[in-house]
């Protein structure tokens, strides 16, 4: 069988260490979810330096110091690879994004520095999580911009739940939370992508300047909106007090 440039052909099975048996107290169960976890991590560097089109299986298992027959183990494709790195890098940034909202004071603008703050430090820090989170999955296929697409609706109903909770009435304007998420979500990713780009050489206090701006607008046109619909219920609020009075 030919060996393809992403595929790399698996060796013949190994006799030992089968049927589940233990190593160093540690089952095959186990010891196939750490392969699998040192794939993903290999994969996250390869992808990373190389870009999704340019990597190889046998790149990946080089990175890995492990043999092909452990990549197909666990992915049947390089696709697969990248959504499972694709998948961990979203839920790292997710439970940072979480994380850094749960200790912050709970108002819309202190929320909103935070959550971009986390972002823009989790992309700096390693370029590798930029390169696979904002470009590759942009241009990867179909299928894995499906995937990048999913990951944004993600955080657009995290923002929108926020905007629910900070301005209740702000549908009586009108306007519609996930519309609103959605808009800031993709300005957040565009804005990031091209600092990316540039290799981050903007200031990132810059950046999140800018970023912070947008979102300042917004929730400073929400307050707006919230209170003019308070003084248009007063007089039916009142003309209610007096019949029931």
């Known amino acids: 069988m030919p060996v393809s440039r992403t595929r790399v052909n698996p060796e013949a099975p190994s006799t030992t260490g089968t049927n589940g048996r233990r190593y160093g107290g540690v ?21 990373g330096e190389q870009g999704y089109h340019q990597s190889t299986v046998r790149d990946v298992c080089k990175q890995a110091q492990l ?3 452990y990549f197909y183990e666990s992915f049947e494709s390089m696709e697969a690879l990248f959504r499972a790195v694709f998948a961990e890098v979203n839920r790292q940034l997710m439970q940072a994004t979480i994380l ?10 202190k929320l909103a520095e935070a959550a971009l703050r986390t972002f823009l430090e989790f992309i700096r820090e390693d370029p590798h999580r930029a ?19 999913q990951a944004s609706q993600d955080f657009a109903l995290l923002i929108a739940g926020f905007m629910q909770q900070m301005f209740p009435n702000l549908e009586d304007s009108g306007l519609d939370f996930n519309m609103l998420a959605n808009g800031l979500v ?3 990713t565009r804005v990031a992508t091209q600092w ?11 950046v999140l300047h800018n970023l912070l701006t947008l979102f300042k607008a917004c929730t400073a046109y929400a307050r707006e909106q ?18 029931s009075a």
Request: proline residues 5%.
């Open 186 to 188: 993709g300005a957040n």
């Open 67 to 69: 043999t092909s027959r």
């Open 100 to 109: 850094s909202l749960a200790t912050c004071q709970p108002e819309p603008d």
């Open 226 to 243: 919230e209170q003019a619909q308070a003084k248009l219920k007063q007089p039916a609020q009142a003309e209610a007090k007096r019949k």
């Open 131 to 149: 390169r696979v989170a904002l470009i590759d999955a942009a241009n990867a296929g179909e299928g894995l911009t499906v995937l990048s697409e």
């Open 27 to 47: 089952d095959s169960d186990e010891r196939q979810r750490q392969r699998r976890a040192r794939l993903i991590e290999a994969g996250l560097a390869v992808f």
């Open 196 to 206: 990316v780009a540039d290799r981050c050489k903007a200031p990132l206090e810059s």
